[in-house]
Structure formats: C-alpha cells, structure tokens
C-alpha cells in the first residue's frame, strides 16, 4: 500500500533526484540492451507501443506487439525502479549522516574535564 503522505518527500533532494536520473544513464542502456537486444530493439517497441492493437491483430502481429510493449513497461519500471532505490537508500544515509555525524570524527561540543 502505498503511503501518499511520503510523496512529498520525493522532492525534498532535487539535486540528486537529478543526478540519480543523469548518472544512471549506464543502467538504461544495458537494460534496453538486455531487454530489446540494441536500439532497433527498442525502436520496434516504441514503434509497436505507437500502433493499435486492434491493427496488429488485424495483421498477425498482436503477440509481437503485446511482447514488446511488455517489454518496453518492463524497461521503464526497471528504470524508475533503479533510481527511487537508489534515492531512498542514498537520502537514509544522508538523513543519518547528518543526525549522527561522523563515525570517525571526535563529538562536537567542548571537552569535558574529568
């Protein structure tokens, strides 16, 4: 279930929603690699994502068309997928970062006599 009170805090980090969408260019590509084969591949989905499905029934290609649009909504969730966990992970380790400090650091503060 999804909670739609977190939503908001999508946005609270733009600046790595950004660069997560940016950085993870690699990502996409192997994935349409893997998926589709190549960018003629994907072309062919899109192409088949463009075309109804009563046409490419009409014409013996429904299961094609079924196959790669499958495949191209698998390819994005893949992608979105990627980068909220990403996103999530990164921003919790943030969070945490700047609630406990450094691991390696002395506490702030001014020292104690003893």
């Known amino acids: 279930m999804i909670d739609y009170a977190l939503l908001p805090t999508l946005v609270e980090r733009p600046g790595l929603l950004v660069l997560l969408l940016v950085g993870n260019w690699p990502v996409y590509r192997e994935l349409v690699r893997a998926l589709f084969g190549g960018r003629d591949g994907f072309g062919e989905a899109i192409r088949y994502w463009f075309i ?22 698998l390819w994005l969730a893949l992608c979105v997928g990627c980068v909220i966990t990403e996103y999530v992970v990164i921003a919790n380790a943030l969070d945490w970062w700047n609630e406990h400090g450094c691991l390696f650091c002395p506490p702030h503060g001014p020292a104690t006599a003893q």
């Open 52 to 73: 109804p499905d009563l046409y490419s029934f009409l014409v013996n290609k429904y299961f094609d068309d079924m196959w790669a649009e499958f495949r191209l909504w």
